[in-house]
């Protein structure tokens, strides 16, 4: 069974408008969950970290919510730009080593 | 050169070839990493090597073979593999084993026949 499970393959927003992005996660013993945006034929980059022992993380138009209760974590980027438009994987790191989810497919439209 | 580089970038190769994927990283990090992305499945992590010895074998077939000489290369030797092997390899690198970011290369897409 997945550790960290994205549900919703893809996700189509306007530009100017919040983006939202879900994960779940089943380990509750992770120290970080991270964000990574992966833009055909490159590799993924890291976007956005938060730690287990905080419940939110902003940097700039990105922000990340941890919600240890419901074992869910969210990025919001807001306002969305075309730019934006990617993969975007979570991934849980534990025992020093990261799991990834499906992933996520973002299209921000003009 | 900067960041991590891999070649080749796209791979053809049949069930009886031998081939070998090269990762290179230019930003002096000590550990470094093999996944794999196969069509519909989240990245798996395969090997993990820091300061050039392994440090994490996850499973993995033996018909994949990691080499490690330097903290700056890393290779994935490929032996009689099968067509479900056909997936995208990634090569990271961090600062040492474990620290979050990771760093990507831009992956060897593979395809076995």
């Known amino acids: 069974d997945q550790q960290v499970k994205q549900n919703s393959p893809s996700l189509s927003v306007q530009e100017g408008r919040i983006s939202i992005l879900n994960c779940d996660y089943t380990?509750?013993?992770?120290?970080?969950f991270l964000w990574y945006k992966k833009y055909p034929a490159e590799g993924p980059t890291f976007l956005i970290s938060?730690?287990?022992?905080?419940d939110k993380n902003e940097d700039g138009r990105f922000t990340v919510f941890l919600n240890k209760s419901a074992k869910h974590l969210s990025l919001h980027i807001v306002p969305s730009q075309p730019g934006d438009s990617a993969v975007y994987f979570c991934?849980?790191?534990?025992?020093?080593?990261?799991?990834f989810g499906k992933g996520t497919l973002l299209t921000v439209n003009p | 050169e900067t960041g991590v580089t891999q070649t080749p970038r796209h791979l053809v190769m049949g069930m009886t070839n031998k081939k070998s994927l090269k990762c290179e990283q230019h930003?002096?990090?000590?550990?470094m990493y093999w996944y794999k992305q196969s069509a519909k499945k989240p990245l798996e992590l395969m090997f993990v090597?820091?300061?050039?010895?392994?440090?994490e074998n996850n499973s993995v077939p033996s018909r994949f073979s990691p080499e490690c000489p330097n903290s700056s290369h890393l290779f994935l030797h490929l032996h009689t593999l099968q067509p479900e092997d056909s997936a995208l390899y990634l090569c990271?690198?961090?600062?040492?084993?474990?620290?979050?970011?990771?760093?990507f290369g831009p992956g060897t897409r593979l395809l076995v026949l």
């Open positions: 990271a690198s961090s600062q040492e084993q474990g620290q979050e970011t990771q760093y």
């Open positions: 380990n509750s013993m992770f120290d970080y």
């Open positions: 938060i730690s287990s022992i905080k």
């Open positions: 991934a849980e790191r534990s025992n020093y080593k990261l799991t």
């Open positions: 930003l002096g990090h000590n550990a």
């Open positions: 090597y820091n300061f050039k010895e392994q440090t």
